[in-house]
């Protein structure tokens, strides 16, 4: 059974940095991919960045680029997401998504099979 976990939320000032951990099991496959998605109060999940596992392909979405940075452990079956300069409207629930394969759109949210429970968080001064 897939399962995935996030952690690291919390609520931080405006330009603090925060990283957030999904652990992930009950996979073990050459082509999948990992992603980050967002919702914030009453707006659609978005995807944020996503990174293939088998090469280690990273992707961004434009309001991220730059700030936000992919990364995984294949020991820990950890992957990481490292946010600086956060920004009120990074605000929203955090969720992290396998798809098991690596064909289609990098964040299309139907694409992906699995999700974890989601984590909040809050961007405030």
């Known amino acids: 059974q897939v399962q995935l976990a996030e952690s690291g939320g919390g609520v931080v000032r405006p330009g603090e940095s925060l990283r957030l951990s999904c652990t992930f099991s009950g996979f073990q496959m050459d082509y999948y991919r990992i992603a980050w998605f967002r919702q914030a109060p009453g707006m659609e999940r978005e995807g944020l960045s996503v990174i293939y596992g088998s090469d280690d392909y990273t992707y961004y979405t434009n309001s991220v680029k730059g700030r936000f940075t992919i990364s995984r452990d294949n020991a820990k079956n950890t992957v990481y997401l490292q946010m600086n300069s956060l920004k009120a409207e990074d605000t929203g629930i955090y969720f992290c998504?396998?798809?098991?394969?690596?064909?289609?759109?990098?964040?299309?949210?139907?694409?992906?099979?699995?999700w974890g429970q989601g984590i909040q968080v809050t961007v405030s001064s």
């Open positions: 998504a396998v798809d098991l394969s690596e064909i289609g759109a990098p964040l299309a949210r139907e694409l992906y099979d699995a």
